[in-house]
């Protein structure tokens, strides 16, 4: 018997009126994870009516002391349930479960922990100000929660990225719908038990499954109660829900796509950066909005790059998830095995020369229906080639050759994406020449992935518009409201 993933509404697991399910399969195997009840216009609409009520309800009135401990309280309870996200995160992605249980599950919880710091400890601007007839006034800024929060989800790392917004959302006092990518429906619809078991109030934490276009997702982000949207994934997604936003004025947060450029120079550690490189290219099978598609290296090292690069790729041994010798998992669908390998193609039609990979791997009997695909090096395309331009999202990267700063500065900031970049250089005035010059929202420096929540995070050009993180996630997930009074 199929298990059934449900929606989430008013505190609720819910069926949908339509009786519309699909199938979700997992990726490493394509055996059945579980029967999704896909949310229509009813639904959505019943968990918007019931985010809006609990606003109004004893969620609006806990003070920011009394919110935040029932949040921490929510932070224990996942790590008590730790296994359960694990088991649900991995059938649904497939990824490692080394990755997922030191980055997604870990981070899913300190998501929350974060965000009540950060509220506790905000504060708002005062002035006082002496009036016409001599008497005085002070204004102060009030932070207000914003209202009803829809959250459209992607699927690379479903918990860690759903809890990046749901944790300011919530511990700033809105209530939250939240649409999972239709690939990864599990750990947001198990969360919904874990908010009843710490007594978060009904209606706070709601989840509407489905798709985008003419389903869940559009009918929310439709939605005239809805008073803002909080979007991570593709970049003519976030255009459509920048459309939506635009009815009824309301305020939109994209994270968006990326073609992100490592730039290893001559001096740098090797060692290190190769590692590093390594790990931006093909963790999480290359799914992952910061990753690597375009590195450059300077041409004294390039072969020597080149070389080592291929090695660590070829040595990525692919399997299930809770095999310790498991390297790399298989990507997240048939849909987006597709797509990369197409892309694969193109490299090859565009006359890559395929240093390593290319297409999919050679696996046992038990894993062949997955959704394999080698990890891929190309060099040999001019900056114009598709590969080296269009955001590919999978395990795969072209390695060009530079000589001068300008000249890589040139070439990786002609790019319509700019969301991450990786500097590798001993030479730290030229990495902070860089960091200044190239057009990011990102920038590590001999690193990559290395995360303080409280720092500002999001695109520039087409990777997106706003910034989360620490304090600049309480500027969309709240209002300033100024009150002045004379006395
Ligand atoms: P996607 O844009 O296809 O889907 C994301 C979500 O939007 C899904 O839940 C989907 O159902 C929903 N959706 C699709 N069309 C919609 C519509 N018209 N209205 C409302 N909702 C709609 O992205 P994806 O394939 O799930 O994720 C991969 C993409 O996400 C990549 O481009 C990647 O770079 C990007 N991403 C960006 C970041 C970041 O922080 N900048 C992080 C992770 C992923
Ligand atoms: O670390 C984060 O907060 C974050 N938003 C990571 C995004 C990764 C993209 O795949």
């Not at 300190?110 to 950060?118: E, L, P, W």
């Not at 635009?246 to 994270?255: H, K, N, Q, Y």
């Not at 695909?373 to 331009?389: C, R, S």
Request: charge should be neutral.
């Amino acid at each position: 018997m199929s298990k059934d993933i449900l929606n989430f509404i008013n505190g609720e697991y819910v069926k949908n009126a339509s009786g519309r399910t699909y199938e979700k399969r997992n990726p490493v195997d394509d055996s059945l994870v579980g029967l999704v009840h896909e949310a229509g216009k009813p639904e959505v609409d019943a968990a918007v009516a019931a985010a809006r009520a609990a606003l109004r309800g004893p969620w609006g009135r806990l003070s920011v002391a009394e919110r935040c401990a029932m949040l921490d309280g929510l932070v224990a309870e996942i790590n008590h349930r730790f296994d359960d996200f694990l088991q649900a995160e991995i059938a649904d992605t497939g990824k490692p479960a080394h990755l997922a249980s030191h980055v997604d599950i870990p981070r899913g919880a300190a998501n929350f922990q974060v965000f009540t710091d950060t509220i506790k400890n905000a504060s708002t601007e005062s002035f006082e100000m002496r009036t016409p007839d001599g008497k005085t006034a002070r204004s102060y800024g009030v932070r207000v929660p914003r209202g009803v929060i829809a959250i459209i989800c992607p699927w690379n790392l479903p918990l860690l990225l759903m809890t990046w917004k749901a944790g300011p959302a919530l511990a700033c006092g809105n209530t939250v719908v939240v649409k999972p990518s239709e690939a990864t429906p599990s750990t947001a619809t198990l969360l919904g038990e874990v908010m009843n078991k710490v007594g978060v109030p009904k209606g706070v934490y709601n989840v509407v499954n489905g798709f985008g276009v003419d389903s869940a997702g559009a009918f929310l982000t439709a939605h005239p109660h809805v008073n803002g949207i909080t979007f991570t994934g593709e970049t003519k997604t976030g255009a459509a829900i920048m459309k939506a936003g635009a009815d009824g004025i309301r305020p939109v947060s994209l994270e968006l796509g990326g073609k992100n450029a490592a730039l290893v120079f001559a001096d740098c550690d090797f060692d290190n950066a190769v590692a590093t490189v390594t790990r931006s290219c093909f963790e999480n099978a290359g799914q992952v909005c910061l990753g690597t598609e375009r590195v450059y290296v300077q041409r004294p090292i390039f072969d020597k790059f080149v070389q080592a690069l291929k090695g660590q790729a070829e040595a990525m041994k692919p399997g299930r998830p809770f095999d310790k010798a498991t390297k790399i998992g298989p990507l997240v669908s048939k849909v987006h095995q597709k797509k990369v390998l197409g892309m694969y193609q193109k490299a090859k039609d565009e006359g890559a020369t395929i240093v390593t990979g290319g297409g999919i791997p050679d696996m046992p009997a038990d894993l062949k229906d997955g959704c394999w695909v080698q990890p891929t090096i190309w060099t040999g395309l001019p900056e114009t080639a598709t590969v080296v331009t269009e955001e590919i999202f999978g395990p795969c990267c072209h390695i060009q050759p530079f000589d001068t700063e300008d000249e890589v500065l040139n070439m990786v900031n002609a790019n319509r994406y700019g969301l991450a970049t990786s500097i590798h250089t001993q030479d730290i005035s030229r990495a902070m020449r860089l960091a200044a010059a190239i057009e990011v929202g990102l920038c590590w420096i001999n690193s990559w992935f290395l995360r303080d929540l409280r720092t500002p995070f999001g695109g520039s050009k087409q990777s997106g518009i706003g910034r989360e993180g620490g304090l600049h996630s309480l500027e969309f997930y709240t209002e300033l409201r100024n009150v002045m009074v004379k006395y």
